[in-house]
């Protein structure tokens, strides 16, 4: 599976100067937060896949006009093609704006979807705008990571962790991937990023190993 993952950047080669082949064999566009939603609209139209998104600290926008046909996964798991995802967006809180969260607020939004897990036997993929705490975020409140992400990581052990919200243009502590002590491989997705991810790491469709998950995917697909 090739995923496109978008971050913080309208990138000019996939809009002013889009060619098909610029995202030849994608499956999937992954945003992870503060791109305009026109931007997103036009990549679901001329890429013609779907587009799951979560919200930047910049997206109070998406209140007034979001992004059509795209996919919102805020707060919830969104299974594709056997691909577990789970989004929560937002950055830390340093101000009264919406999608700023204090540590104790991420935290109870995970919370809020244990039981979720419980049931998918996990996930695949963590998608949000902010990073970890240690892990490419900086020193200043804005740009700091949430330490919740390091045990949920640690908890259900993730292929990939998707995020954005560090630029690159910052000059400090900017690196593309790296690796969580929990084994997943962290992605910062500033303006674009292309992932492949093989068939054999992550469960196939319906076959997650939880009993009334994996029949409900079966029953509904029938």
Known sequence: MKILCVADKE???????????KTEGVDLIISCG?????????????????????LGNHDERYQVKPPQGCICIEDTLYNFRGLRIVGLGGSYKYGCRPDMYTEAEMERRINKLRR???????FDILVTHAPAAG??????????????????LKKYKPKYFL??????????????????????????????????????????YG????????????????
Not at 11 to 21: I, V
Not at 136 to 149: K, V
């Open 135 to 152: 892990y490419g975020d900086m020193e200043d409140l804005p740009h700091q990571g949430f330490d919740c992400f390091n045990a949920m």
């Open 34 to 54: 503060d791109l305009s939603a026109s931007y997103l609209e036009f990549l679901t139209t001329v890429v013609n896949k779907p587009v799951l998104y979560v």
């Open 11 to 21: 990138d000019e080669g996939l809009w002013d100067y889009y060619l098909p082949q």
């Open 163 to 204: 995020h954005g919200h560090v630029h690159q243009e910052y000059g400090q502590n900017f690196q593309r991937e790296r690796i969580h002590e929990a084994g997943t491989k962290i992605i910062n997705c500033y303006d674009k990023y292309f992932l492949n991810i093989n068939e054999n790491e992550y469960p196939a």
């Open 116 to 122: 979720t897990l419980r049931r998918t036997n996990g």
């Open 207 to 222: 076959k997650t190993g939880s009993f009334f998950y994996d029949w409900s995917i079966r029953r509904k697909n029938r």
